[in-house]
């Protein structure tokens, strides 16, 4: 059967896309590489040992989340990535720290290369948030747990002249401000795109969802896609999937993926394309004659982030997480067996703050923090091993350094230049911005004593040695940036892929700088603004 749509990923821009398209009655067709992630989605692998009576996996309960990266058998992240991501039904939103913020307006501005038609995200935000709503405190009883990091870092930040907020009743006010983490949860369980667009999706005879469906290419002939060239010859004759005569492929598998698919299909950077001719797929290729030259995969960006360790007596810090999946705390635990709430209906995170920077080329960046009880310490220090926290300052909206991703013939994915820091503007700003936030913070709090870096290393000196691998955030965006021509930009204002007809990309690769918070409420939001051009754009089926 052909299709009108089809939609390569199942993450929160693949879903979004599959749920709006299939409510304007096409007839979509949505593939995953992976297969099922929640219990409502059909998980049963990672069922808690703890909590075998609920059903609830790893994916569902939030306070899992720091042992996705702690586990025996990670199956979970992609295994063609040299960084984490989310390879099964719902993408990065079934293993990520859950942390929601939608953009402020000033994001979508054309100054972070957003086109004018974009400008204003309210609308979209809207409706993600009538979805989607967000809630602070996590815990359905409405009380805050394990929360000393929180009162902790309050009493410092406010003597600075931080406001306390709740972080989303005012999403554009971002300079000088702290509170509680918002999240997306429901009834204390991962909530997001798995929970509600995916639900809406599923009720329509007119969606059908294919999962364990790698896509290796779209097949095309010059501009015109004809279909999705994938490893299920089961489901789909000789494993493609077939579009209707106006149909349209819409690339959602990430800021890897999604270069990945366009590399295999003959469009990018022609040292890309020379990786996949001499790889395992190279039959895939079009001809030379065919080539789409566009800069797939330049001009990513990732948060630089740096984290520093303390200890404070007040602090409880969870045995930094160590023992969530197989030896919990007894009561905490059978808490959230009994009623969803607790310590574990929250991921890590305790406390957010966010400020904005003046750097020295006139430039304004924000820098946001978050802290969560227990950390990594690197230091040799003694220290109290149970009171360990740790902050992490990030570099947000407004940096200017910029890396490339790519392939390798093996078709593994990794960043060929590295995004952190590569203007030192960045770096500056970023260094200038934590020695501020933390002046004062010993006299502020009797009893807090800095362990990574330890005392006899300055900030600077710190920073300056800081691993770039471990400054990664895993907030990639920007391989398929959207914008005004192709030398500069892979989609068009409508996410249509240059110089093709038909082909459209919806991920986190159109989102031209690196948002303000935690990406994933900023790809949602490009995700309904953009199905919605899409879904307007004159010619398609
Ligand atoms: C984010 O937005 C970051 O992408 C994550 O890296 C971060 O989680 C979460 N939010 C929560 O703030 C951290 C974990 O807390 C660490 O334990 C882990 O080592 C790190 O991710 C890995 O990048």
Redesign the pocket.
Known sequence: TPYDYIIVGGGPGGIIAADRISQAGKKVLLLERGGPSTKETGGTREVAPWAKSTGLTRFDIPGL??NM?GADDPWWWCKDLTV?GGCLLGGGTVI??M?YFPPPTYEFSSVYGWPSEWSNPTAAIAQLLARLPSYTPPSSDNKYYLDQVYTLLKSHFSKKGYSEVVINDNRDWKDSIYGHPAYNFHNGIRSGVTHTYLQTAKARSNFKLMLYTYAHSVVRNGATITGVRTNNTIDLPNGIATLTPKGRVILSSGVYGTARILFTSGIGPTDMIQQVNQSAVASYLPPWNQYINLPVGQYVSDNPSINLVFTHPAVDDFENWQNIWDSPRTADAAQYVASQTGVFAS???RFNFWKALWGADGKTRWMQG?A?PGG?PSTEQSFNTTAVFTI?FYLSLGITSRGRIGINSDLKGFPLVQPWFQDPNDKSALLKGITDAIADMKTNLPGLVMITPDNTTTLSAFVDAYDKASM????WVGSTRIGANSSVAVVDTNCKVFNTNNLFVLDAGIIPSQPMS??HASVMTAAEMGVARILALTGGA
């Open positions: 989340f720091e990266f984490f990520n720290g942390l991921s890590s995170p978050t969560r990594w992490t990664n955030s895993n907030h935690n990406t």
